[in-house]
């Protein structure tokens, strides 16, 4: 039987400053992680969470390689995983066990700030499909 499980797992991290220095987001199929690799790096390293929060996909896919479907497709998805944690990291967006990011932890030392964050796929498609204008 196939794996039902369709939630991701977000971890992002910043620096002392409010600015992302790495973040992860992976599928969970049964219990193992399959990885996308932190595709936004490039564009979003140093940023601050301020700047994240409001930027558009298509100034994002401007800067990094939206060639094909599937980049548009990832970027978009990435983007808003991100946005979606760091908003429910905020108090900006509900962060319950029905809404699309659950914070399931964050954590604070002299380095900065660790955020991890399930994501329910089937929400955060819908906001994906809602932004098709923005690709």
Not at 7 to 20: A, G, K, M, P, Q
Request: glycine share 8%; hydrophobic share 40%.
């Amino acid at each position: 039987m196939p794996c039902q499980d369709i939630t991701e797992s977000l971890i992002i991290e910043l620096d002392t400053d409010s600015r992302v220095v790495d973040y992860c987001l992976e599928k969970m199929s049964c219990g193992g992680a399959v990885g996308y690799g932190p595709l936004l790096i490039p564009w979003l390293c140093g940023r601050k969470v301020e700047d994240i929060l409001t930027v558009a996909v298509n100034d994002v896919m401007q800067q990094i390689d939206a060639s094909n479907d599937l980049n548009a497709f990832l970027i978009t998805k990435h983007l808003i995983a991100l946005q979606s944690g760091l908003a429910a990291m905020l108090g900006r967006k509900p962060s319950g066990n029905k809404d699309a990011c659950q914070i399931v932890s964050i954590e604070s030392g002299p380095n900065g700030t660790k955020v991890q964050a399930k994501l329910k796929v089937d929400l955060l498609v819908q906001e994906i499909e809602a932004c098709q204008s923005c690709c």
